[in-house]
């Protein structure tokens, strides 16, 4: 079947894992290994003495190693999604997945591990043996009925969480689901009647679950490959799909749907048909679960009945009933009370939470991840989204406090709103700050110029762009090479971009003129200005931003910076009070710096630094930050005295003058005093209440040289420079930047476009 809502391609799949890199997760340390002393300490000798301890006292492995705080996904690979038994090693892409969304969800780190075996008391022994290396055990991707042997013998033999994802992660989603779902058809739990299209590890967990909830024995119907599970029945069964068989005379899908309130897919693609859909009760609820397609899509759903709510277990639809909403924070909170194990009532707390937060208001955050779409709990808004910043914070502590009152916490947290407030924390701000950014541009969708529209790598983030929402991409170029340019990189002919080749264009003459007008008087003829338009790809490009037919310009990847803002700015003036100015953002664990000015000026005069401190100041708090400025030196506040030092001191007097300032600045400093709290404790009379997050550097080279080595050395994400102060927003990429760096730089430029707009508005 092919799947009209993919947004990618065979091959970008498998780019994706390969490259640059192969896999999707690696390890880091977390202690310096620099010195022959770090090396003692943490090799031998120095390891011997928590050796020791833990022989001692085995639960000081919480305290002196990474225990606490890692989870093993495992699997085997005999039910991989719902592509079935492709083996162990078949499974390794989606549990790095898993390993990787526990990370980007909720700071666990987790590693992937297949177990070669098919054989039920060596898979066991396996995970038992390895077991008390893990904070806790996520058991993955298992087919059932094994799947329900291991979990249950290993959670009696080890003392640490084990949890079947499968079974109990996906019960729980599915019931908050259902909890929210009833509310809104006007239901109760205990009058609904349920089909269950899969009597898996997912569909017999489910079951158990929204049981516990209300639903009777009597009101769920069960099936498998052989349709209905009804009492005496023999081909198939075994003591797990037993205890949910019931007497009716129901022995298909056909007969068991008719005038069912609920249907719970966790099956295969495709098992649900239109008709069973309109033979269901009044606003039937439809949750078709398999992955990665679907029992139903839900435009078949709706095609066939209006009335429906309908989730599936896909990210490209609403109602995305998939256990991602449940394990990383089902986790986060065992395992921050050092969990013995994952009971009922931990379970019934996350799904209650997850339920709950689904009825409060909707941040921009979960709007961005919906294409900009104002969301409200509703039909079509049953369950929180993945991309939602407040499951961190709302889920784990219900589960902590689930297990402290269960009596199954090591570690009881004293104060659980604390705990709360500290979660949020542990979120990498780069996903929090593109979701801004693309919640405020999906909002305002605007046309981009992707100036360089016959490479590869620039035509497939202009497709990107597009695909995602962004805004509308022209590519300028010759329009037969960008088309086998799209060919060959598996761009389809419907894919709607728009092409315009500059020699073409009939604008060409409006370009010309207004060119002319600016150079005439720089030594440029009316022919030199034609055959600028004409053949230079960034000047053409941001004619068309400068005379409005587009909102703005991405270039770069194939000629350096300073040629391309040359290029630009014979065409784009400075906005009126502002100067050309670059700031990269740096984006690194827990902190996101603003740097500045790291594209233009190279020596700053005092004046020119000052007023790089008010539109760094200004972008930063576009991006969603409250600025505290640091404008570094080498010195801080006088100490050592040096010549270049006056500057920075000169450019802070200029804005001590200014009556206009409505953000905390100081200067100047080194960047220990500006980043470190403990040393800014030296001089109390510092204007800064926290540590800065906009550094205003005192030359290009230090910002350069700064920049670059926090992304090379450091491992932080860098974003930039991004170029500000012209009035037009145009973006220039890394000279051969790869095609993710192209999607960022066109979306800030877009970012920038739509500001322009809202603020206008
Ligand atoms: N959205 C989500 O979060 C999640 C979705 N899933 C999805 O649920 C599905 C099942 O996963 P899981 O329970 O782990 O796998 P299992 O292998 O444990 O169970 C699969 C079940 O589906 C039944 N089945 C297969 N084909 C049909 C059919 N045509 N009609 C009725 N029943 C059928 C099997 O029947 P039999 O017993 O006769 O073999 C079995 O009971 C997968 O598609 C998976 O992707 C799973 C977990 C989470
Ligand atoms: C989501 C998931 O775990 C599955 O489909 O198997
Ligand atoms: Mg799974």
Redesign the pocket.
């Known amino acids: 079947m092919p799947d009209s809502r993919k947004t990618f391609t065979d091959a970008e799949a498998l780019d994706f894992h390969r490259l640059p890199t192969p896999g999707k997760i690696s390890i880091l340390p977390t202690k310096p290994m620099a010195t022959q002393r770090d090396l003692s300490l943490a090799y031998s000798p120095g390891v011997a003495v928590p050796v020791k301890a833990i022989a001692e006292n085995p639960d000081l492995a919480y305290d002196y190693t990474s225990k606490g705080n890692l989870v093993a996904v495992i699997s085997n690979g005999t ?1 991989i ?2 592509l079935g038994n492709l083996g162990a090693m078949a499974s390794k892409p989606v549990m790095e997945g898993k390993s990787v969304l526990f990370k980007r969800f909720a700071d666990v780190d987790s590693i992937d591990i297949e177990v070669t075996t098919q054989d039920v008391e060596e898979f066991i022994t396996t995970v038992r043996n390895i077991g008390p290396t893990f904070g806790g055990i996520n058991l993955e ?1 298992i ?2 009925p094994e ?1 329900f042997i291991i979990e249950s013998r290993l959670r009696d033999e080890l003392d640490i969480p084990v949890f079947h994802d ?1 079974q109990h ?2 019960a729980i ?1 599915a019931a908050a689901g259902l909890l929210n779902a009833c509310e809104l058809t006007g239901r109760r739990l205990s009058d609904i009647k349920v089909v269950v ?7 017999l967990s489910c079951i158990a679950l929204i049981k516990q909830l209300g639903v009777p024995h009597e009101n769920v119907i069960a ?4 349709g209905v599970i009804y009492r005496g029945r023999e081909k ?1 069964m075994d003591q797990f799909k037993s205890v949910h068989a019931i007497d009716t005379k129901a022995r298909t899908l056909d007969d068991a749907i008719k005038g069912a309130d609920v249907f719970m897919g ?3 693609a495709g ?1 649900m048909t239109q008709d069973m859909v309109r033979a269901m009760a009044k606003k039937p609820i439809i949750f078709a ?3 990665p397609d679907p029992e139903i899509t839900p435009e078949e759903v709706h095609a066939a009945r209006k009335d429906a709510i309908v989730a599936t ?1 896909r990210s490209d639809y609403p109602n995305q ?3 991602v909403l449940g394990f990383p924070y089902i986790f986060r909170g065992a395992l921050d009370v050092r969990a013995r194990t994952i009971n009922e009532e931990m379970k019934v707390a996350a799904a209650r939470a997850l339920a709950e937060l689904a009825k409060q208001d909707v941040p921009d955050e979960v709007a961005a991840a919906y294409h900009g779409k104002r969301l409200k709990f509703g039909p079509d808004y049953i369950i929180p989204s993945p991309f939602d910043p407040r499951l961190i914070s709302e889920i784990p502590p219900y589960v902590a406090q689930a297990a402290m009152d269960s009596g199954v916490a090591r570690k009881p947290i004293a104060d659980i709103q604390a705990y709360k407030h500290s979660l949020a924390q542990r979120l990498d701000p780069t996903a929090a700050m593109i979701q801004r950014v693309q919640t405020v541009v999906r909002r305002t969708p605007r046309c981009i110029v992707f100036a360089e529209g016959e490479e590869p790598a620039v035509i497939r983030a202009a497709f990107a762009f597009q695909e995602l929402g962004l805004g509308r991409s022209v590519l300028v170029g010759r329009e037969d090479t960008v088309r086998d340019n799209m060919a060959q990189v598996g761009v389809p002919e419907s894919a709607n971009l728009n092409i315009v080749n500059a020699r073409l264009s009939h604008n060409n003459e409006i370009y010309a003129d207004h060119l002319y007008k600016r150079l005439q008087r720089f030594g440029f003829l009316q022919r030199d200005v034609q055959r600028l338009v004409n053949q230079d790809r960034n000047v053409f490009g941001a004619c068309m931003v400068a005379a409005g037919h587009a909102d703005g310009m991405v270039t770069g990847v194939t000629r350096n910076y300073a040629t391309v803002l040359d290029d630009v700015l014979k065409v784009i003036d400075p906005a009126r009070g502002e100067r050309v100015m670059g700031m990269s953002i740096v984006l690194m664990k827990g902190r996101t710096l603003f740097i500045s000015d790291t594209a233009v000026a190279e020596f700053p005069e005092p004046q020119e630094l000052a007023q790089i401190v008010l539109q760094s100041a200004a972008m930063a708090r576009q991006f969603g930050a409250i600025p505290r400025v640091a404008l570094l030196s080498h010195s801080t506040f006088g100490n050592p005295k040096m010549e270049r030092s006056e500057k920075i001191r000169d450019a802070v007097s200029i804005l001590d003058r200014r009556e206009d300032i409505d953000f905390e600045y100081e200067g100047e400093m080194n960047v220990d005093v500006a980043l470190n709290a403990n040393i800014k404790d030296l001089y109390p009379f510092s204007r800064l209440s926290e540590a800065a997050n906009v550094l205003v550097m005192p030359a290009l080279h230090s910002s350069s040289i700064a920049t670059s080595l926090l992304a090379t050395a450091g491992g932080a994400t860098v974003i930039g420079p991004v170029l500000t102060g012209l009035a037009k927003p145009i973006q220039i990429a890394p000279l051969g930047g790869t095609v993710s760096d192209i999607v960022t730089y066109a979306t800030v430029a877009a970012f920038q476009a739509a500001e322009a707009v809202e603020a206008k508005a």
């Open positions: 039910a999604l719902g991707d087919k059932s799947c499968d992660g996906t989603i299209n899969g009597a898996g590890a997912a569909g099936l498998d490959r052989e198939g966790l099956s295969v098992a679960m398999a992955n277990g009933v998939n256990n």
